[in-house]
């Protein structure tokens, strides 16, 4: 197991309700997949009738980095590292529309977020926290935005990625030492090496400062209006080892030698019918691009809405473990405006800022009538972050109670005056049935302990503690990778082959 830590959702929230109450716990404390959850109908309560696993959230329920109302879709992007968010676009190495598509106006992100994502994944794997602190910011929010292109022409992808938001280049420095630690682990990239993920180039970039929009004393929304955004991508040049390279590509890996590909941003600002928007945030007395805010103001425009006048403050709790089982109980009690005050500021400020609407979109939930009374955690360290592991916890519903608690590679629940009900991870792999894979067999049991040993992660901010969704997010992706082997890697490449 590797010693990034584990645990985590991997897109967002863990978790499912069944189709009782539709609430959503984080696991263990609550079964996966359509129709199975801790309280759902016709199930008592407390006992697990499906496997723990992961889902999305029940139908319209929004949860911290989705808004509800955003056309049922995932804001533009979520974390640093991701894909280009909103699929394949022109010039960004996806195929080109069929002749007469016309995108349907403001409901596309620009490509400049696309950009934002990819050069967060690779200044992450090339060690940006050491450049952190501040060195990135500028005196403007448009100068912010012309460095940023400016350190991407010149390739100078550390400079460029210190541009970004502090809080969200932290997180892709934290998801790229995860991943490129374990893909070294792992033999797939070769020690020490550095990654090239193609070039991008912005020509005769034109910002219109006149026309930019100062949200709040903190944010500015910069207006691009021309220029050329060229980029040619390949993989020939990353660092595979010379064996996951032969095994992974037998007819050779494809070039990087491609025909760049030219986007005008006139044309994308004329098809789009308004310049592209890139959000500047303040950050002590600098300015710094962000790809969190510039999803949120793209997401914002295209259900009509304003920036809040206010923002969601946060609330924390003293201690970590508070933090975990108040967040909990606000998800089970459906109140998203104490789910908001729990994230952490540090990593999502963004939340806060755009809560109002949130919250406004969210409704008047239904809250399940559950109440967590007791938890019971097993706290350890993920890259300076409190995180914990399940030990024993305590839920009352409809007059019951009910105990949880880890035993082994075992989840057992037990109703007051009733017998335990175990749920061990062979029998979720019974389950699943015959994967007719034997590598998969092979592996199936470590992922699903893997998923078992589930850590959520805190972070402390001013003396209090909040849960934090993009470091519980990166350690569940070290605990996936961490549970395999080199021979492991090499079983898979031969039996895709």
Request: hydrophobic share 35%.
């Given at each position: 197991m590797s010693d990034n830590g584990r645990g985590g959702p991997p897109d967002g929230w863990p978790g499912q309700g069944g189709p009782g109450h539709g609430q959503q716990v984080p696991p263990p404390y609550q079964g996966g997949g359509a129709g199975g959850g801790w309280y759902g109908q016709g199930q008592q309560p407390g006992y697990p009738q499906q496997q723990p696993g992961w889902g999305p959230p029940p139908q319209?329920?929004?949860?911290?980095?989705?808004?509800?109302?955003?056309?049922?879709?995932?804001?533009?992007?979520?974390?640093?590292?991701?894909?280009?968010?909103?699929?394949?676009?022109?010039?960004?190495?996806?195929?080109?529309?069929?002749?007469?598509?016309?995108?349907?106006?403001?409901?596309?992100?620009?490509?400049?977020?696309?950009?934002?994502?990819?050069?967060?994944?690779?200044?992450?794997?090339?060690g940006v926290v050491t450049w952190l602190s501040g060195r990135g910011g500028s005196d403007t929010p448009a100068a912010a935005l012309q460095a940023f292109t400016q350190d991407l022409n010149s390739q100078n992808l550390i400079d460029a990625?210190?541009?970004?938001?502090?809080?969200?280049?932290?997180?892709?420095?934290?998801?790229?030492?995860v991943l490129v630690d374990e893909l070294v682990r792992l033999n797939v990239l070769k020690p020490n090496a550095e990654l090239g993920l193609g070039s991008i180039e912005f020509k005769d970039?034109?910002?219109?400062?006149?026309?930019?929009?100062?949200?709040?004393?903190?944010?500015?929304?910069?207006?691009?209006?021309?220029?050329?955004?060229?980029?040619?991508?390949?993989?020939?040049?990353?660092?595979?080892?010379?064996?996951?390279?032969?095994?992974?590509?037998?007819?050779?890996?494809?070039?990087?030698?491609?025909?760049?590909?030219?986007?005008?941003?006139?044309?994308?600002?004329?098809?789009?019918?308004?310049?592209?928007?890139?959000a500047s945030v303040k950050v002590g007395s600098e300015w710094y691009v962000s790809l969190f805010y510039t999803a949120a103001d793209y997401g914002l425009r295209a259900e009509g809405e304003q920036w809040p006048a206010q923002s969601v403050p946060a609330v924390g709790a003293d201690t970590a473990q508070a933090a975990v089982q108040d967040t909990v109980q606000a998800i089970?009690?459906?109140?998203?405006?104490?789910?908001?005050?729990?994230?952490?500021?540090?990593?999502?400020?963004?939340?806060?800022?755009?809560?109002?609407?949130?919250?406004?979109?969210?409704?008047?939930?239904?809250?399940?009538?559950?109440?967590?009374?007791?938890?019971?955690?097993?706290?350890?360290?993920?890259?300076?972050?409190?995180?914990?592991?399940?030990?024993?916890?305590?839920?009352?519903?409809?007059?019951?109670?009910?105990?949880?608690?880890?035993?082994?590679?075992?989840?057992?629940?037990?109703?007051?005056?009733?017998?335990?009900?175990?749920?061990?991870?062979?029998?979720?792999?019974?389950?699943?049935?015959?994967?007719?894979?034997?590598?998969?067999?092979?592996?199936?049991?470590?992922?699903?302990?893997?998923?078992?040993?589930?850590?959520?992660?805190?972070?402390?901010?001013?003396?209090k503690h909040y849960f934090s969704p993009g470091q519980t997010t990166i350690s569940l992706f070290g605990s996936a990778l961490g549970v395999l082997e080199p021979q492991d890697i090499t079983a898979l490449l031969e039996s895709a082959n």
């Open positions: 319209g329920q929004p949860y911290p980095g989705q808004q509800q109302g955003w056309a049922g879709q995932q804001p533009t992007a979520t974390l640093p590292g991701g894909p280009p968010p909103g699929g394949p676009q022109p010039g960004w190495g996806g195929a080109q529309p069929p002749p007469g598509y016309s995108a349907p106006p403001r409901r596309r992100g620009p490509i400049i977020i696309a950009i934002v994502a990819v050069l967060a994944l690779a200044g992450g794997a090339f990625a210190s541009r970004l938001h502090p809080a969200e280049a932290q997180l892709a420095a934290d998801a790229g030492d970039l034109q910002i219109d400062e006149a026309a930019a929009e100062q949200v709040r004393d903190d944010l500015v929304i910069n207006k691009v209006t021309g220029g050329q955004i060229i980029s040619q991508q390949g993989f020939g040049d990353l660092p595979f080892t010379d064996e996951f390279a032969q095994k992974a590509f037998p007819d050779g890996m494809v070039p990087t030698t491609n025909a760049p590909t030219t986007v005008d941003i006139k044309d994308l600002v004329e098809q789009n019918g308004e310049p592209l928007r890139m089970l009690d459906q109140d998203m405006r104490r789910i908001i005050e729990l994230m952490d500021p540090a990593e999502l400020q963004v939340l806060h800022d755009t809560g109002e609407v949130i919250i406004d979109n969210a409704g008047t939930g239904s809250p399940s009538g559950a109440k967590l009374l007791e938890l019971e955690t097993t706290e350890t360290t993920v890259r300076g972050h409190t995180a914990l592991q399940l030990k024993r916890a305590v839920i009352e519903a409809d007059g019951s109670r009910g105990t949880i608690e880890r035993d082994g590679d075992c989840i057992v629940a037990t109703e007051d005056g009733g017998a335990p009900q175990r749920v061990c991870s062979a029998d979720i792999l019974d389950s699943l049935g015959d994967a007719g894979d034997p590598t998969l067999e092979r592996l199936a049991p470590r992922v699903v302990q893997a998923i078992f040993d589930v850590q959520i992660v805190t972070n402390e901010v001013d003396g």
